[in-house]
């Protein structure tokens, strides 16, 4: 059963359960799941064969669900998601930890990222957090920018325009 789960798990985080297909295929094995459940009780006597067909019915909708995660690709899906391991770095023993998220991406994009993490060899999400941790540190550039220059005087569009256009430059 564990492994039934863990498959499903698994497959819907790569694959996604926005389509039709994947949608039957999760209620009809949710249907096998039940089957199952209900023959666990007496799965070494008269109720095995109820197990079987449950368990070979849901291991079989979990590798219909994995051929669909195989055929679909970028240019196929209406929007892309991955899941992106964030690096959160704990300081005090300095270890790593790994934090999960889930992003939508444009497929474009998408397919771009993974061209270019196999080129440079790392993955998608080193590739992800590297221009996340970048557009953060600009951030802080700017407001560290902005703090030392709160204390200078407002300056009024208008006194600019006047003032180039006294000094001939407009």
């Not at 690709?73 to 770095?89: A, F, G, P, W």
Request: charged share 20%; glycine share 6%; with cysteine.
């Amino acid at each position: 059963m564990w492994w039934a789960w863990s498959q499903y798990g698994w497959a819907l985080n790569a694959v996604g359960n926005e389509g039709t297909a994947v949608r039957i295929i999760l209620v009809v094995a949710m249907a096998g799941s039940l089957i199952l459940a209900q023959a666990v009780p007496d799965s070494f006597a008269e109720a095995g064969v109820w197990f079987a067909v449950g368990y070979v019915l849901v291991r079989y909708l979990g590798l219909a669900t994995y051929w669909i995660g195989l055929r679909a690709t970028c240019e196929t899906l209406t929007s892309e998601h991955i899941d992106v391991m964030t690096l959160k770095v704990n300081t005090v023993f300095m270890t790593q930890a790994l934090r999960r998220s889930t992003i939508y991406l444009d497929p474009e994009l998408h397919r771009a990222l993974r061209i270019k993490a196999a080129e440079t060899d790392r993955s998608i999400s080193e590739l992800v957090s590297d221009a996340v941790k970048s557009a953060l540190a600009e951030d802080a550039e700017d407001l560290q920018a902005f703090d030392e220059r709160a204390s200078e005087p407002d300056l009024l569009f208008e006194t600019v325009v006047r003032a180039l256009k006294a000094d001939g430059k407009i």
